[in-house]
């Protein structure tokens, strides 16, 4: 007799599951049996994520197409959810993005869409289907914010805050949720290949040019799923982010301020 797998008969929510970290927090659900439901604006590529990791895994995939940063975003893949008699035990609130630069070297609608994006529709995802985790007391919450999180972020300031408030919510909903049976995890990368550099345009700063490479997004999805696992409140990747989020608070604001003003410059 096959041994059963920790997640058979349940269903991760992942969403920016097409492409990078999102992908492969996906395959680290599907490896450990979980059914999965995917979600992204690009059908296309998701389509392909869910064929592969069906095949690969053995597990039930499913697929929403939704640009989750659009008011109601998250209502309107819960309601196609429910409308196909899916249910969702776990949430991994991946999707996010962010932009390199001053405050007005983008559009409004650019510095809103972040908070629309990195906040809202993370916090919209987890009430939707909270109480439904408690009542079960199983299931949880996987949230991905950054070393951003740990530190304001002059010339990147609204990514640094919207990561910020990830990290805060997802410590305050891991206390909520303590001996209920439902985990909570902040996986919280530093610079990781993605598409989200490219989105961004980090790699062009003195963070991207001094920091070494950048870590590949596999490594950092599986340090995220096993903090999730052991329902561990906070997990950094790699020993040199962890080494200078640990710094953050033992440093003078000012200095500290400057410093990150410095690595968030353009490289020369």
Not at 26 to 46: K, P, Q, V
Not at 73 to 88: D, Y
Not at 192 to 212: I, M, P, Q, W
Request: proline share 3%.
């Amino acid at each position: 007799m096959a041994r059963r797998k920790p997640g058979e008969g349940q269903t991760a929510l992942v969403t920016g599951a097409s492409a990078g970290i999102g992908i492969d927090l996906a395959e680290c659900f599907a490896r450990d049996g979980y059914d999965l439901i995917l979600t992204a604006r690009s059908e296309s590529a998701l389509n392909d994520v869910a064929a592969r990791l069906a095949a690969t895994h053995g597990v039930k995939t499913h697929t929403v197409a939704q640009d989750l940063g659009a008011f109601g975003g998250g209502s309107a893949i819960a309601a196609e959810i429910a409308r196909r008699g899916l249910s969702v035990d776990v949430v991994v609130n991946n999707a996010g993005y962010g932009h390199a630069g001053a405050l007005t070297s983008s559009d409004l609608p650019t510095q809103l869409g972040m908070i629309d994006l990195n906040v809202r529709a993370l916090v919209e995802l987890t009430y939707l289907y909270w109480d439904r985790m408690l009542a079960n007391k199983r299931g949880g919450i996987l949230n991905v914010a950054s070393t951003a999180a740990f530190q304001p972020g002059p010339l990147m300031a609204n990514y640094y805050a919207s990561k910020a408030y990830v990290l805060s919510f997802s410590e305050a909903m891991w206390e909520e949720a303590r001996g209920t049976g439902v985990h909570v995890s902040c996986l919280c990368p530093g610079p990781t290949v993605s598409k989200f550099r490219e989105r961004a345009g980090t790699g062009r700063t003195k963070l991207a040019k001094n920091a070494g490479a950048a870590m590949a997004s596999a490594p950092v999805a599986r340090a995220g799923y096993q903090a999730w696992k052991r329902n561990r409140r906070v997990i950094v990747t790699g020993g040199r982010n962890a080494f200078q989020a640990g710094l953050v608070k033992y440093l003078p604001r000012e200095t500290l301020l400057k410093i990150v003003r410095n690595v968030q410059s353009p490289a020369t």
